[in-house]
């Protein structure tokens, strides 16, 4: 198997174990530990243990990394799981959050206009509609 298709494995499979643990964690946190399948248990249960020894980061990054090794085999890579890369920062990532500029008093005087504005399609609709039905009841006649 090439290299390229160890790295697509590798790269859907760590997407997947991140995916995987935190759903795990969450659910367990939730009281659905029962619900979960027994690998994820095992993995859980290896992850709580860990926690009495080392941080919580440290004992998240070693567990996805464990059920990350777990996929990748299971996945059909070749040999040990290749170390995953590092996250690079992507735009959703780098979101800046503005502030909404206030309105001033001449905008808050004319706040009713996107209303009307709205409002005014609908309106010629309805008339129109109207102006039909009075033709062709005329017509008819």
């Known amino acids: 198997m090439s290299s390229s298709s160890n790295a697509s494995i590798a790269k859907k499979a760590w997407t997947k174990a991140e995916a995987d643990f935190a759903t795990w964690?969450?659910?367990?946190?939730l009281g659905g530990f029962d619900d979960l399948p027994p690998n994820a248990q095992s993995f859980l249960t290896n992850y709580r243990?860990?926690?009495?020894?080392m941080t919580e980061a440290e004992s998240t990054a070693l567990a996805a990394r464990e059920v990350y090794s777990a996929y990748y085999?299971?996945?059909?890579?070749?040999?040990?799981?290749?170390?995953?890369?590092?996250?690079?920062?992507?735009?959703a990532d780098k979101v800046e959050r503005r502030p909404k500029p206030q309105p001033s008093l001449s905008a808050a005087r004319h706040s009713t206009s996107p209303v009307i504005r709205r409002s005014?399609?609908?309106?010629?609709i309805f008339a129109c509609m109207v102006a039909l039905i009075v033709a062709y009841r005329i017509l008819t006649q």
């Open 25 to 29: 964690l969450m659910m367990a946190k």
């Open 120 to 124: 005014l399609p609908a309106l010629l």
């Open 49 to 53: 243990t860990r926690l009495e020894t």
């Open 73 to 91: 085999n299971e996945m059909g890579g070749v040999g040990a799981a290749p170390e995953p890369k590092p996250r690079t920062a992507t735009t």
